[in-house]
């Protein structure tokens, strides 16, 4: 009843404030200056000719090809009728480097404060205070991420990497936008498709599309459930249709056990909702929505063979055949994947991610990454089920990345893969934006203490 009437309240106004664009504005403006200053004039090493090369054309990039880049990098291209392509691309890169700082602002500012008005000494704030605190706390939390070394290596030249953090950013936008105001299912759609979008651009976020159903459960058990039910249907279909030892010897001969507890742990978490909504299928018409336009937003990889078609400068695949066609379609380029395999290894690995987190992202941080377990011990609502959910987001984004990747302890392979962790880094940041705006409530009713001793 009560998630009722919060949900009537945030409707029957608009969600997002003018403060919260204000502080959507200010993150990106101070981000895209500081980037703009210390962008690479020309190309640079790795990739940075091949993604231009690709804009240009436009045409597939290196495995997987990312789709979705040149059509952005081209209107970039053309915006900008100055200076060599490169740079061009590289102002793309900082441009949705500087757009996702500002949408972590924004949803630091708008749910941090709803998280915030729980703890009693929020009421001791004044409107001056209240204001202040918001912009202040967006502010550092997209800055924060801004300035990450896992960002910012990927940020000052032309690359595709910031375009899939922006749309990752933008689907948990949508579902905020969706969670505090569920009776309306359009904001939920259209993180679908662009979830699907972001999938097709970049496999490397793939962890997103198993994590993001929590947060969609908690916002809707009954969506969840049916979600949860699809995805155990597709685990288990893949092992029946192909057979369960002759599925694992072709590809992940060490990780049957593993794959087999995922598929438990689906239908375990189903059946769950299942008994705790007691209903099934009551959602399936906004279920098969979110599918349907999720289907359509992967699609977008057919723009893959079609570029091959055009023969560009770089190409990877001959699509001008039914067999190329399917090769260049099913990235055939790339080797089979070689997950973590164990208990052990996956510890060595998390203390990788710690020390990444606290090099390139900041002890500071992480510190007030941890404020938000604080509510959790409180009386359920809407707020604090969201931050319950983007915990479980992060959880689920990190231990995925870590087990898909599975990377080594040396040097060189660190500095390899850590830019892959900058989505973990992007949900870290929100739980840092409003754990700092906790403190400063805290703070704020300390002193109301004090005052009145």
């Known amino acids: 009843m009560n998630d009722e009437l919060s949900a009537s309240t945030v409707e029957s106004s608009r969600f997002f404030q003018r403060l919260d664009w204000a502080s959507f504005g200010i993150t990106a403006s101070l981000a895209l200056a500081v980037y703009l200053f210390t962008l690479a004039p020309e190309n640079t090493l790795e990739f940075s000719g091949v993604y231009s090369a690709s804009a240009m054309y436009p045409g597939p990039s290196i495995p997987p090809g990312h789709p979705l880049w040149p059509i952005y990098g081209w209107i970039f291209i053309k915006l900008l009728p100055f200076s060599n392509i490169a740079w061009r691309l590289g102002v793309a890169s900082a441009t949705a480097s500087a757009l996702v700082c500002g949408a972590i602002a924004l949803l630091v500012s708008r749910v941090g404060i709803l998280a915030a008005e729980s703890i009693s000494g929020f009421k001791n704030l004044s409107a001056h205070e209240e204001k202040s605190l918001r912009v202040v706390c967006g502010v550092v939390a997209g800055l924060g991420f801004g300035f990450d070394g896992c960002l910012w290596r990927r940020t000052m030249v032309a690359d595709p990497w910031p375009l899939s953090l922006l749309m990752f950013a933008l689907t948990l936008a949508l579902l905020t936008r969706w969670f505090f105001a569920p009776q309306r299912p359009g904001f939920l759609y259209a993180a679908a498709l662009v979830l699907g979008l972001n999938l097709c651009e970049s496999q490397a976020l793939i962890p997103t599309a198993f994590a993001l159903p929590f947060l969609v459960t908690l916002g809707s058990r009954g969506i969840g459930r049916e979600i949860f039910f699809g995805i155990g249907i597709c685990l288990w279909g893949n092992l029946a249709l192909n057979g369960y030892l002759h599925w694992v010897d072709l590809y992940f001969p060490s990780t049957r056990h593993n794959f087999l507890w995922v598929c438990t742990m689906v239908t375990f978490l189903w059946a769950v909702l299942s008994v705790r909504t007691r209903r099934f299928f009551s959602e399936w018409t906004k279920t098969l929505l979110c599918v349907a336009l999720f289907l359509i937003g992967i699609s977008a990889c057919l723009l ?68 938000p377990l604080y509510l959790l011990r409180k009386p359920p609502s809407r707020s604090r089920r969201w931050l319950c959910g983007i915990i479980l987001v992060w959880f689920v984004v990190t231990l995925l990345t870590l087990i898909g990747l599975n990377p080594s302890s040396d040097k060189a392979t660190v500095e390899i893969i850590k830019p892959f962790f900058a989505a973990s880094h992007l949900v870290l940041a929100m739980l840092s934006g409003c754990g700092f705006m906790l403190i400063g409530t805290m703070v704020a009713r300390s002193k109301s203490a004090d005052s009145r001793g």
């Open 304 to 371: 893959l063979p079609i570029y091959s078609m055009t023969n560009p400068p770089m190409n990877w695949g001959y699509s001008r055949t039914v067999e190329g066609f399917f090769h260049v379609l099913s990235r055939g380029q790339f080797e089979k994947a070689y997950f973590t395999d164990s208990l052990n290894r996956l510890m060595t690995q998390s203390e990788i991610y710690g020390k990444v987190v606290i090099s390139d992202y900041g002890l500071v941080y992480l510190l007030a990454a941890t404020v």
